[in-house]
Structure formats: structure tokens, C-alpha cells
């Protein structure tokens, strides 16, 4: 029996296919090619006629580099969050970023906030995870219940007065 194999991750995306996904020029993908912002992982250009590859991390990277862009940050600040994300050792295509005007921080373990655009300091901030607050009202409301083998309405005394 042969293995299967995606020819995505074996070929990656060549120019034009890369384009279309992330919504960019030729002339902004060859040049954040050629001046590092990100080349291309599976094959670079060698000279003229080679065609760069570039594989789904690639794109994925370059999509958040237009993002950060249409959000309004200047290609030099872009240039700055991506390095430092780098020496951080975050993943560009996994790390939650932070957009406050011209300040772009990285959001770690939900309670810390490192600005990218200042030499990667640490920045004073609460960072309120919103994602389990549902489930603390309901599970803080089930709490104030009568249990139902007690004949109570479900509801609490403090709603019921309402």
C-alpha cells in the first residue's frame, strides 16, 4: 500500500497561488522576499527565471504581516513586531497580538503583555479572559438555587423578588 501524501506541504504555493490567498502585490511579496521580512521556506529565488515556493506557514505568516498592515501599522513597525516575535520564540501564525493605535503587544498565558515596538518590555495590563465568564455566571447562579428535591422554583429568592 502506497502513503498518501499532500502535495501542498511537499510543493508549497508558488507566487501567484500566494497572491490570490493573502491579497498582496508582486512587488510587496518579492519585496519582503528580498529585504528578509519573510523568504520563502521551500525554495527561494536563485536568479532570474527560479520561482520561490512557499509553504502553508509561509502564507499563514505573510497573511498576518497584511494584517498587521490594514490595521493601519507601517511597514517598518511590522518589520519590528515580526523580529521580535522571532527572538521571543513566538510563532507569527499563533501568537495573539494586542493592536491599541500604534502599539502592538503580545498577549502570553492570558496576563501578560509584551510590547513588540519597544524592545519587547514588559507592559502593566490586565488581560481579561473573556471566554469562561458565561460558564461562571451559570455555574454561580446553579449555586444559588434550592435544590429541586425541595419543591423550590428553580429560580433564586434574590431573581424571584424581581
Known amino acids: 500500500m502506497t502513503e498518501h501524501t499532500d502535495p501542498v506541504a511537499t510543493e508549497g504555493f508558488g507566487g501567484k497561488q500566494v497572491l490570490a490567498i493573502v491579497g498582496i502585490t508582486y512587488r510587496q511579496l518579492d519585496h519582503w522576499a528580498r529585504t528578509d521580512l519573510l523568504r520563502p521556506s521551500l525554495c527561494d529565488a536563485k536568479g532570474s527565471g527560479s520561482r520561490r515556493r512557499y509553504s502553508y506557514d509561509d502564507v499563514v505568516q505573510l497573511k498576518v504581516i497584511k494584517k498587521l498592515l490594514d490595521g493601519g501599522q507601517a511597514l517598518q513597525s511590522v518589520r519590528k513586531v515580526i523580529?521580535?516575535?522571532?527572538?521571543?520564540?513566538?510563532?507569527?501564525?499563533?501568537?495573539?497580538?494586542?493592536?491599541?493605535?500604534?502599539?502592538?503587544?503580545?498577549?502570553?498565558?492570558?496576563?501578560?503583555?509584551?510590547?513588540?515596538?519597544?524592545?519587547?518590555?514588559?507592559?502593566?495590563?490586565?488581560?481579561?479572559?473573556?471566554?469562561?465568564?458565561?460558564?461562571?455566571?451559570?455555574?454561580a447562579i446553579a449555586s444559588l438555587a434550592p435544590p429541586a428535591d425541595q419543591g423550590g422554583t428553580g429560580v433564586p429568592a434574590a431573581a424571584a423578588g424581581r
Not at 107 to 136: I, T
Open 83 to 139: 523580529d521580535r516575535l522571532r527572538v521571543e520564540g513566538e510563532s507569527v501564525a499563533s501568537a495573539n497580538l494586542v493592536i491599541a493605535g500604534d502599539s502592538v503587544a503580545l498577549a502570553r498565558n492570558g496576563e501578560e503583555l509584551v510590547d513588540l515596538l519597544r524592545g519587547g518590555q514588559g507592559v502593566l495590563a490586565l488581560v481579561l479572559e473573556l471566554a469562561g465568564v458565561k460558564e461562571e455566571v451559570d455555574a
